[in-house]
């Protein structure tokens, strides 16, 4: 091993894994979250039913009161390691 590729080592995993480590833990979950505020709290409900009702049908109002709800309860959770 070379100076270069030691300093990439820290513990047991080398870069690549501290970045899937980071992007696995942190970047997925907050993402998650991001987007279920956008479009719980921020998009007008009748632009998001618009786009999925034709899809989904009479399902869209359980979907969008758990996108609402539920789900931004599951994800704090997670984040904060009461769950998961």
């Known amino acids: 091993m070379n100076g270069?590729?030691?300093?990439?080592?820290?513990?047991?995993?080398?870069?690549?894994?501290?970045?899937?480590?980071?992007?696995?833990?942190f970047v997925s979950p907050v993402g998650g979250f991001s987007i279920s505020i956008f479009v719980g709290h921020i998009m007008l409900k009748?632009?998001?039913?618009?786009?999925?009702?034709?899809?989904v049908g009479h399902a869209f109002y359980i979907w969008y009161f758990d996108i609402v709800s539920v789900s931004l309860v599951i994800v704090m959770l997670n984040l904060v390691g009461v769950i998961g």
């Open 4 to 25: 270069f590729s030691t300093c990439l080592i820290e513990g047991s995993r080398n870069f690549f894994d501290w970045v899937d480590f980071f992007t696995a833990a």
């Open 46 to 55: 009748s632009q998001v039913e618009k786009v999925l009702r034709p899809q």
